[in-house]
């Protein structure tokens, strides 16, 4: 008998079913407070960027062999270090993907992995020679891990339906907001994406996770963003302390890419709980073989 291609076949309807049911109370909070986002971002005043985009303002501007900024250049290296790590342990597990219920929390952790390694390639291309251009490079690529950092935790304290949409919110907005301080001088944009973004985060922390979420420890990331803003903020003051040997800025790029640890523990602990359910794909993963279709 022919089957009819203008409706969906059943096993689809299900999948797609909850993506369609009517939004729950944590939903229309999460879609009110990014609303309330993009209107400061777009009709506040305009705020110039009190920090030098050519680096002057850098404590250590050593050079070492004639590599610029060494220090703050080679701190980039945990990032990178720490993106291709994520990539490769959930390429190992991406043909588990479609089977999992938290596939959008997957989504949201490729897109955090690789936005620390264009945060690492951002970063090193801004403090080789720092300007206002090669300041919106290193932007750009911080905000991918942001958007991808903030679907995390919307999966974990949401929904796993909204995790991924709020991702692809953050990291439009990300981008956006690196052209218009490219553009105009206004910083603005760029603070609603970061602080309102991380101010998010700590306020889905005091919520219960969802059921079925990966257990993403939200209180460590907070805490190593929290860690990094300060040495930021005490570059010289770090450096003078430490006799010249590091400055907070260099800190700071090492103890943020610190915050990819609990997201690895967590993609680590996910795919586990779904190998352990299915012996099948856990032992054709240990051997490395394709795991094909589950049932």
């Not at 879609?31 to 920090?51: E, I, Q």
């Not at 907005?173 to 206004?186: F, K, P, Q, S, W």
Request: proline residues 6%; hydrophobic residues 55%; positive net charge.
């Amino acid at each position: 008998m022919h089957r009819s291609k203008r409706f969906p076949t059943w096993p689809l309807f299900q999948r797609l079913a909850p993506q369609l049911a009517p939004l729950e109370g944590r939903e229309r909070a999460l879609l009110w407070l990014v609303a309330a986002f993009v209107l400061v971002a777009c009709f506040g005043p305009a705020v110039p960027d009190p920090t030098s985009a050519t680096g002057a303002g850098f404590a250590d501007m050593r050079a070492w062999h004639g590599l610029p900024f060494a220090m703050d250049v080679a701190s980039n290296l945990p990032f990178a270090v720490f993106g291709v790590w994520g990539l490769l342990r959930l390429r190992r597990f991406d043909t588990l993907h479609e089977r999992l219920r938290s596939a959008g929390a997957l989504d949201c952790a490729w897109l955090f992995f690789a936005g620390l390694v264009f945060t690492a390639a951002g970063s090193v291309f801004y403090h080789l020679q720092p300007d206002a251009l090669r300041l919106a490079a290193d932007r750009a690529g911080m905000a991918i891990a942001f958007a991808g950092m903030l679907g995390l935790a919307v999966c974990e304290r949401v929904s796993l339906r909204a995790g991924w949409p709020a991702a692809c919110v953050a990291f439009a907005g990300g981008l956006m907001a690196v052209t218009v301080y490219h553009e105009r001088g206004d910083v603005l944009p760029w603070a609603v994406v970061q602080f309102g973004g991380m101010a998010l985060v700590l306020g889905l922390a005091l919520l219960r996770p969802v059921p079925g979420a990966m257990g993403l420890k939200l209180g460590a990331v907070i805490f190593f963003y929290a860690a990094a803003k300060l040495l930021e903020l005490g570059d010289h003051w770090v450096f003078e302390a430490t006799g010249q040997i590091v400055s907070g800025h260099t800190l700071k790029h090492l103890v943020a890419a610190c915050a990819a640890w609990p997201v690895l523990q967590a993609v680590d602990g996910l795919t586990c709980r779904a190998l352990r359910h299915n012996p099948r794909a856990a032992a054709m993963t240990a051997r490395g073989a394709p795991t094909g279709t589950f049932e």
